[in-house]
Each structure stands twice: as C-alpha cells, then as structure tokens.
C-alpha cells in the first residue's frame, strides 16, 4: 500500500520590503500576509489535485503551524496538527536571526558556499546533516508502518526539508542540483511502498 508524502516549506515571515534574516529554531516568528496566502495556496492545490492529508505534522514553531491551518481551512477539513521538534529548523546558534552578511563574515565566505550548496553544515549549527537525514530516514519508516496508504502532509523549514530527498532512490534524477532548497510555500511529494521512496515531484509551486 502506498503512503503519499507531502513535505511542504511554510509562507513568508518577512514583507516584501524587509532584509531577511537567518531565521532557525531559536526564533519563532508569525507568517505576514502574504504567507497567510501562500498556506491557503497549498491548501487549495492539495484540494484540487486529490492530496488532502489523513494526517498532518508540522514542527513547534508558529509558521509552520499558521501554514498548515491557512491549508486545512482553505481544503475545509478539520485535522489534529501533530507538531513534532523532528521537523524544528535548524539552531543556527551564533548566527540565529542575523543578515546574511553577518554570517559570511563570521563563518567565511567557503564554509557559507559549502553550505548553500553542498548542505556541508558549520559545527556549531545543530543537528548536523547526519542527524537530520536519519531523522527522514526514520520518519519514512515511521509512515509506512503506521499510515499505511494515507496522505501525509509535513510542513517544516528549508533547513530541514532539504534533506527529505534523502528518503527516496531517484533523488538525484529529479532534486536538480545539491542545493535542494525548496521555496516558501512550494511543496514536494514522495510516494512509499515496501521501503522503496520515490519523489514524484520536487519544489511545486501552488
């Protein structure tokens, strides 16, 4: 029986006209409008294409959450949110909530590149690469055992996402470059049978 996996990026927590800051898990911001419209977005592309979840979790942080409620209200479903420290973004410890540009100048503009586009992770950032893709490798397990031919909605951060390819053999024929950022409000979908993962599409926008 097949689990279908939606693993989905929440909406924007900065306007427009803001500098972004590297937001992790020791920063808990709300969506602004239009990450509000970016949630409802989802919920109406899970409803128009067959993807309304069975189950969904999200981590503890309140954009992930606001997303998966602009979803649910937006598909007319009433869901239990299962908020799960799995699915935190990253502690980006020294360099939480700074600009960019605060944090290659403390890191270094090769450990800064190693991670935009290798996901090679500096030391004091927490959980390393190695962690997080064992926590996927678990939650696929996790799914299949327990949401058996369900639709599974996860709404996390990039931080985390990124490595969700992880769980599926064509990985590298469909996540285009190392990189494997996935952007606000977009989603990707997993298919599992019998302990074989395949992505059936990566990074969609609504």
């Known amino acids: 029986m097949t689990v279908k996996l939606i693993v989905a990026r929440h909406g924007n927590t900065f306007e427009a006209d803001e500098i972004p800051r590297r937001v992790g898990a020791g920063t808990d911001l709300d969506l602004v409008a239009a990450g509000r419209e970016q949630g409802r977005k989802l919920g109406a592309c899970f409803r128009d294409n067959?993807?309304?979840?069975?189950?969904?979790?999200?981590s503890r942080l309140k954009r992930t959450i606001q997303t998966a409620e602009a979803a649910l209200e937006?598909?007319?479903?009433?869901?239990?949110?299962?908020?799960?420290?799995?699915?935190?973004?990253?502690?980006?410890?020294?360099?939480?909530?700074?600009?960019e540009m605060d944090v290659i100048e403390r890191i270094g503009g090769i450990a800064y590149n190693a991670w935009e586009f290798d996901a090679l992770m500096p030391k004091?950032?927490?959980?390393?690469?190695?962690?997080?893709?064992?926590?996927?490798?678990?939650f696929a397990r996790h799914c299949e055992a327990v949401h058996n031919n369900q639709t599974v909605l996860v709404v996390t951060s990039n931080g985390i996402a990124r490595f969700a390819p992880n769980i599926a053999n064509n990985a590298m024929d469909v996540v285009p470059d190392k990189k494997g950022k996935m952007s606000t409000g977009a989603f990707s979908l997993f298919e599992g049978d019998g302990g074989l993962w395949m992505i059936a599409y990566w990074n969609k926008k609504p």
């Not at 598909?75 to 939480?96: K, Q, W």
């Not at 004091?124 to 678990?138: A, G, T």
């Open 50 to 58: 067959n993807l309304i979840p069975d189950i969904v979790y999200t």
């Open 124 to 138: 004091d950032w927490s959980p390393q690469p190695e962690i997080i893709r064992k926590n996927w490798q678990n």
């Open 74 to 99: 937006e598909m007319g479903v009433t869901r239990a949110l299962h908020r799960s420290d799995l699915f935190d973004e990253i502690d980006y410890g020294p360099d939480e909530n700074k600009m």
